[in-house]
């Protein structure tokens, strides 16, 4: 079979939009010989698809970042002049996209909480995934809203068709001993745990100190702010603070937190922080420096203002 026949069929369905079936008629071939012949010309490189992702990278910030950083993948999303405003929306938008087409059948999915997140979820793409099942990573607010824990996994569970593990309690309780009896002296303090040790791929936001997870969730005073930027504090995924040199700072708020424990997110072989906005750029070197990162998603110049404020 020649070149000839193959760029032919290519160009007569590619170019011209003429089906299989029209073609075949036109060649005197079956439509199982024209599909053969497209296949061919597909693994001859006579065919070069190209798609256009709903989304533009900075592949030198990107770069830059997994670089400087240690990370395995970083996207510093490119912002369009309509984007303004919208950061959490337009990397929850792109994360989406990403999940939708790289989500491996099987996985177990930790969901954290955030804007980004949340925006992350009502951008999925309904569909039937295999084996999926998404857990809860830190307890819950007392507002029910598309950033809520409990509203982000049982979102993410309906879009996906997947099965979940919820944690029905505040992510910050009275003391450490409530704390510890409900995360392991439960059956549901079990469960997640069991989940969390399964764990293929956490998702989380990151956060500055003055409007990080805990003060969203009005757990936070002025007074406490103030304690915690006089210790070095700038930010916090997950409710675990650190400071600008990615260490991390115990508080009696980490006492009474109810999330995943550091040590066992750390083990978690992909973690994805979702974050952007140049006032986060600060706790986002910290939070990069802390190592329990490996996967960024960021806009272009919040990227490019981590760059600057992380040295070299």
């Known amino acids: 079979m ?3 026949l193959f760029e032919l069929v290519a160009t007569l369905h590619y170019e011209n939009e003429i089906s299989q079936q029209d073609i075949a008629t036109k060649l005197d071939l079956s439509k199982m010989a024209v599909s053969r012949i497209l296949q061919k010309a ?31 993948e970083a996207y510093a999303v490119r912002m369009s002049s309509g984007d303004e405003g919208a950061g959490p929306e337009t990397l929850g938008r792109m994360w989406a996209f990403h999940l939708g087409v790289t989500l491996p059948d099987g996985c177990v999915l930790g969901m954290g909480v955030g804007k980004t997140v949340g925006q992350m979820v009502q951008n999925l793409t309904p569909m039937r ?3 999926v099942h998404v857990v ?3 307890g819950g607010l007392a507002d029910v809203t ?5 509203t982000i996994v049982q979102e993410t569970c309906r879009k996906l068709h997947a099965e979940g593990t919820y944690f029905t309690s505040c992510a910050v309780v009275e003391n450490e001993e409530l704390k510890d009896s409900i995360v392991y002296k439960t059956k549901m303090g079990q469960q997640v745990r069991e989940r969390w040790d399964k764990c293929d791929m956490a998702l989380f936001g990151v956060g500055p100190i003055e409007t990080g997870t805990l003060r969203t969730l009005h757990m936070l005073t002025d007074e406490d702010i103030d304690r915690l930027k006089a210790r070095g504090v700038v930010g916090d995924f997950l409710g675990h603070f650190f400071d600008g040199e990615g260490k991390f700072v115990e508080t009696e708020f980490e006492a009474r937190l109810v999330s995943i424990p550091l040590e066992t997110l750390r083990n978690i072989p992909m973690k994805v922080a979702l974050a952007g906005g140049e006032d986060k750029a600060p706790a986002l070197v910290g ?3 802390t ?22």
Do not use: H, W
């Open 2 to 4: 020649s070149d000839f």
């Open 129 to 131: 995934t295999k084996g």
């Open 42 to 72: 597909k693994e001859a490189k006579i065919i070069r698809l190209s798609i256009r992702l709903p989304y533009s990278l900075s592949q030198e910030v990107g770069k830059e970042l997994c670089r400087r950083f240690g990370l395995k």
């Open 291 to 312: 190592g329990m990162i490996d996967t960024l998603v960021t806009d272009e110049m919040t990227g490019k203002r981590v760059l600057e404020l992380g040295g070299s």
């Open 136 to 138: 809860q990573l830190m």
């Open 146 to 150: 598309y950033r809520n824990p409990f």
């Open 287 to 289: 939070a990069l420096k």
